[in-house]
Every structure is written in C-alpha cells, then in structure tokens.
C-alpha cells in the first residue's frame, strides 16, 4: 500500500506554507479515484469545491464542498471524485507538533468528519489567514490551529456517553435544513416535549438552539462562498435569512468580519 509522505497529495499544488511543524497547503484535486494509501502525518482536509468520496475500511464517507475531515496517519483510505472539478485544503501536522503543544496524539486514533459549526469557523478564519499571504499570515495560521486543535479535544459534541436516542436523529435535520426550524417542528419530528428539548439541547451543544443554528447557518454561507460564485444577495435567502443587513451582521458576529470582506480574502492568490 502507498504510503504519502510529508506534503505529498494527490493532485496539483496550489499554494503552499510550512512553518514550526504545520504544512498548509491548497490543491485541485485532479483524478477520479486515488489509490489505497495512508498518510505519514495525521491531516484536516478541507473540501472547497466540489463533490468526493472518502473510503476506508471501516465506511464511505460522502463529501459536498465544506466537509471536514479528520485523516490519521494510521487509516488506510482512498478518494474518488464525483464532480468535473475538486480542490481541497490540508493542514498536515508532524508528530513532533503535538509534544511541542503538549496535545495528546492518541485522541487522533481513526478518521472523522467534523460537524461542530464553531471548529468550521475558525477553520475558514484559518483559509482566509491562508489566502491572504502577508507578513502576519504565519503566526495567524499557527495560532488559529492551535485554537482549532484545543477545541476538537475538549469539545466532544458529537460523541456524548449515554446519549438519547432522539439525539442523532436531531442532529441530522439541524444540518440538513436551518430555514424553518422551531421548538415545536423540532418536537413533533424527534416525539420529545418542547420543555425536555429546550433543556437538554444546552447540555449537549453547550448553547442554545438558536445559537446553533444561527452558527450553522453562517457555516452554510461559508461553503457557498467558497464553492460557488452566488451573489451575496442570493446566499443570503438560501441560508434562510430575511435581509442581507441581518445576515451581515450575523456573520460578522461569528467570524470578526462581513461577508464581503471574507470573500475578498478568500479570492486573493
């Protein structure tokens, strides 16, 4: 089985930055399948556009543009793509960087898709740093992980013990549509009191129920800006919101900037 060494993907190089034991790196991914392999380093990738599969041997993962996925460097795995064009971002970690940052490498074990809109939003703040290239890239780059790597450790909000049976299933329609929710369609749909709702969804996504869908809303711009050229005006009736000054203002609450500004970073080369 091909084994990748450090920096090496399938595809061709966009764009590249290594610094302290962290390579970023931007691709095009170019063939319709790769072959088995495993990484020597553990990775994030990032799909910015277009469609994939990513296969190991324990599932099939399916990836639209904004997956982002976990790889060990311990998981045998392979990518087809099902769309004309594909292009990823990676964070590629040598093993020496978690001594250094005093984070447990063992945590890491497996491959994942990550869902929590909190850890795609710092990821994007991470692309736009990326993108821009300029003297204070850098240390944001390296910073913005580390933020990312503290919270995927001690944020466990897909993988509760004990959790109800109810609990799945309602992460699955939060992800799936965010234009209409409320208490009560969530109630009828999941068979779960409104009061029991509105208690128990603070204790397992450590915030409210708007909150989490006003984040996952504004991850759902995010992914629409960087996989397709929509207008402002049309991701914002996409995602659900009403007017375009509402949706400005809540995306600059989450990520520190407008939605116009985020575009322009993410369209410098």
């Known amino acids: 089985m091909k084994i990748l060494t450090k920096g090496t993907y399938y595809g061709a190089m966009h764009s590249e930055l290594e610094t302290n034991g962290l390579l ?12 088995w392999h495993f990484h020597e380093n553990p990775y994030f990738m990032y799909v910015l556009q277009g469609n994939l599969y990513d296969v190991n041997k324990k599932t099939k993962t399916i990836c639209p543009p904004g997956s982002f996925l976990l790889h060990n460097w311990q998981e045998p795995h392979f990518n087809s793509k099902e769309s004309k064009y594909a292009r990823g971002f990676h964070i590629e970690f040598e ?7 005093k984070i447990d490498i063992n945590l890491w074990e497996g491959s994942q898709l990550i869902k929590n809109p909190k850890l ?44 109800p049976l109810w609990l799945s299933s309602l992460v699955e329609i939060l992800h799936s549509d965010t234009k209409s929710l409320s208490l009560k369609y969530l109630s009828e749909q999941l068979g779960v009191h409104p009061g029991h709702l ?28 960087l996989s397709s050229k929509k207008s402002l005006s049309s991701i914002t009736y996409e995602i659900g919101f009403s007017d375009q000054s509402h949706f ?21 080369c």
């Not at 931007?26 to 399948?33: G, H």
């Not at 093993?95 to 940052?101: I, L, P």
């Not at 703040?125 to 910073?143: I, M, P, R």
């Open 24 to 35: 970023f790196s931007e691709y095009n991914y170019l063939i319709d399948k790769t072959d």
């Open 95 to 101: 093993k020496s960087w978690f001594q250094k940052n």
């Open 120 to 163: 795609h939003h710092i990821l994007s703040k991470l692309y736009t740093e990326f993108k821009c290239a300029d003297a204070y890239s850098e240390v944001s780059c390296q910073l913005l992980t580390s933020e990312l790597c503290e919270n995927i450790n001690s944020e466990k909000v897909y993988s509760f013990e004990k959790k």
């Open 198 to 225: 509105s208690r128990a969804i603070p204790k397992y996504f450590s915030k409210t129920l708007g909150d989490y869908i006003r984040q996952l809303k504004v991850k759902k711009a995010i992914d629409l800006m």
């Open 248 to 268: 400005s203002r809540t995306f600059k609450n989450y990520m520190g900037m407008t939605p116009k500004e985020f575009q322009s970073k993410c369209r410098k």
